[in-house]
């Protein structure tokens, strides 16, 4: 039977946890790889004493044994690359970038945080180059990571795209920047990073060839997909599992078991419709207890209840085989906590997921709420009430959760 990989995705907005559940199963995996997104995006491990913040590198990189990949749709800013690298000292033969992830360079950061300044309706990016990197790609103007190979011609190329469209970019406040600076600083970059340029593809093809065990991992979560997510306010790639053949050169063959991140509640950083939003004590403390703050920004996260329709359809749409529900100990404490089981829209009843949503009412099924799930470890051990919750979601959503978590240790956590 041909080998497969596993894969790990977020099933809300992003934030669910996946840096925990992607560096406990890394433990098994002899390679680990990121597909899409950029730096934006933040996985927060903690393993003893010790807190890491994870924006690029795979979560794989706390095992010494496996070998870590940043695939072709991945948007690298090679800056916010080097930086992170430093903390674990060298990388070589560990860490490996595709020689096709695209690069993001200073005036995508710059025209990023223009437009956003400029809208009207803010979509409330992070202001990292991201949507700007990707459109570059897309309309066929941007600069892959190999390119560092030949810094005198990939600067060039950069001074000519300025010059051609100098007028845009003084409208927008940004410069044409001096050749000599711009050579000097391509020549830093591909001095820390062409020892860790490859050709992914072929490497995790062989990998395959070769029955090692892969794992593929995602940023950001499901409803901020740019084509099934809550457009506009979403990211500028595929989030989704299939985002992995894309962002990595598999077929769908290649993808085995599909596990799915998800919180016991529900969390959003940025603008955007939430329709679980609790704007009162609930959501607050929801937001304390959880310590909800962005990895990557630092924004608080706007908290609510657990939302079983979008979750259902993000399941479904990337083909769950089971769902890790993290965080359910934030849930400690509450006298009742809710699921969002249909929303009302115009009158009517709906269990799907609609294009917009907008003016969507939620509605809840309400529950008993329990103490002391705090790092149990093992589910007979769960309050009562707490596997009541637990069952609950896996009936209106069709999917069984495969994992718990009750802390944010690796221990604190209850595999089924």
């Not at 595929?238 to 529900?266: E, R, W």
Request: proline share 4%; charged share 25%; glycine share 12%.
């Amino acid at each position: 039977m041909k080998n497969q990989c596993d894969l790990i995705v977020g099933i809300q907005w992003g934030d669910e946890g996946k840096g925990k559940i992607v560096d406990l199963m890394a433990q098994n995996y002899d390679v680990v790889c990121r597909y899409q997104g950029g730096h934006n995006a933040g996985h927060t491990i903690v393993v003893g004493d010790r807190t890491l913040a994870l924006h690029l590198i795979p979560s794989g990189v706390l095992n010494p044994k496996a070998i870590n990949i940043i695939g072709n749709g991945v948007v690298v800013s090679p800056e916010a690359l080097i930086e992170e690298m430093e903390q674990f000292g060298s990388l070589k033969k560990r860490l490996f970038i595709s020689d096709k992830a695209h690069m993001i360079l200073e005036y995508h950061i710059l025209v990023d945080q223009a437009r956003e300044r400029l809208r009207t309706k803010a979509i409330g990016t992070t202001g990292r180059g991201i949507g700007p990197t990707y459109g570059s790609k897309i309309e066929r103007s941007g600069h892959r990571i190999g390119e560092l190979r030949d810094t005198d011609k990939l600067a060039k190329s950069l001074i000519n795209y300025f010059d051609t469209y100098k007028a845009i970019f003084e409208a927008m406040g940004v410069k044409t920047p001096n050749f000599d600076d711009m050579k000097a600083k391509l020549d830093g970059y591909a001095k820390a990073l062409l020892p860790y340029i490859e050709d992914t593809t072929s490497l995790v093809w062989r990998s395959i060839d070769e029955q090692k065990r892969v794992l593929l991992e995602g940023a950001q979560g499901t409803l901020l997909d740019i084509d099934h997510g809550t457009y506009p306010f979403v990211t500028s790639s595929s989030t989704i599992s299939a985002g992995a053949c894309i962002g990595l050169g598999l077929s769908p063959k290649d993808i085995g078991n599909v596990t799915g991140i998800v919180k016991a509640y529900c969390t959003r950083v940025g603008n955007g419709p939430f329709p679980t939003e609790d704007f009162g004590s609930d959501g607050k403390l929801l937001g304390k207890n959880g310590h909800e703050f962005g990895t990557t920004t630092g924004r608080p996260r706007r908290c609510g209840w657990f939302d079983a329709v979008a979750v259902k359809y993000a399941s479904r749409i990337n083909g769950c085989d089971q769902l890790s529900l993290m965080k359910l100990d934030v849930l400690d404490g509450f006298d009742r906590v809710k699921i969002c089981t249909a929303y009302e829209i115009d009158g009517k009843l709906v269990e799907t997921l609609p294009q917009s949503l907008e003016n969507v009412k939620p509605v809840y099924e309400v529950f008993d709420g329990w103490d002391g799930s705090r790092g149990v470890s093992k589910y007979e051990d769960l309050p009562e009430n707490a596997k009541k919750y637990v069952n609950k979601i896996e009936e209106i959503t069709g999917t069984r959760v495969g994992l718990i978590s009750t802390g944010p240790d690796r221990d604190e956590t209850i595999i089924l």
